[in-house]
Antibody, heavy 118, light 107 residues
């Protein structure tokens, strides 16, 4: 059974870069598409984008200019970098596995809270 | 595509029937319509895929239906553990979108 675990700083200063890692266990990271999703406090879910070990990526147009994702197959990890953050980027950040036959996220990490504040 | 969920909040008692709506701003394929459940402090959990297919292990009191622009998640008899927020999701290329959610709360 695939398991996902997010890690990274819980506090980021405005204008800096938010960097998170998701560690995949239970299967090879080369097998699937990997996603980042966020949820501001008390609000709904927002898809950030996906990444694949082939280098293929797709981002939400609303965040595309600030987002970079990548896969490290040697560590079975994938990462998120979000540049020039503001308080509006404060959220719980989830990593999730895309189950292509289902067109759905079938496995989620527990989420990590990132606060943008000076 | 914008997904609009209604109502925002549903106040019901255990044992009652819950009917949640997800309306798309244009016709979508049923294959691409998904439902999740999110309990407080937890990550979302996949409930329904392809508009009407239950995820592995999901009790049969949960059912999904609909086509075109109108989709429904029904919980036939609410159990205490079903009080949560429910989201619909759609993806057919870009961008992937979620509805705003419906909170099912205890009356």
């Amino acid at each position: 059974q695939v398991q996902l675990q997010e890690s990274g700083p819980g506090l980021v200063k405005p204008s800096e870069t938010l960097s998170l890692i998701c560690t995949v266990s239970g299967d090879s990271i080369t097998s699937y598409y990997w996603n980042w999703i966020r949820q501001p406090p008390g609000k709904g879910l927002e898809w950030i984008g996906y990444t694949h070990h082939s280098g293929s990526t797709l981002y939400n147009p609303s965040l595309k200019s600030r987002v970079t994702t990548s896969v490290d197959t040697s560590k079975n990890q994938f990462s998120l970098n979000l540049r020039s953050v503001t308080a509006a980027d404060t959220a719980v950040y989830y990593c999730a596995k895309w189950a292509e036959p289902l067109w759905a996220f079938d496995i989620w990490g527990q989420g990590t809270i990132v606060t943008v504040s000076s | 595509i914008v997904l609009t969920q209604s109502p925002d909040t549903l106040s019901l008692s255990p044992g009652e029937r819950a009917t949640l709506s997800c309306r798309a701003s244009q016709t979508v394929s049923s294959r691409n319509l998904i439902w999740y459940q999110q309990k407080r402090g937890q990550a979302p959990r996949l409930l329904i895929y392809g508009a009407s297919n239950r995820a592995t292990g999901l009790p049969d009191r949960f059912s999904g239906s609909g086509s075109g622009t109108d989709f429904t998640l029904t919980i036939s008899r609410l159990e205490p553990e079903d009080f949560a927020v429910y989201y619909c999701q759609h993806y057919d290329g870009s961008p992937l979108t979620f509805g705003g959610g419906t909170k099912v709360e205890i009356k």
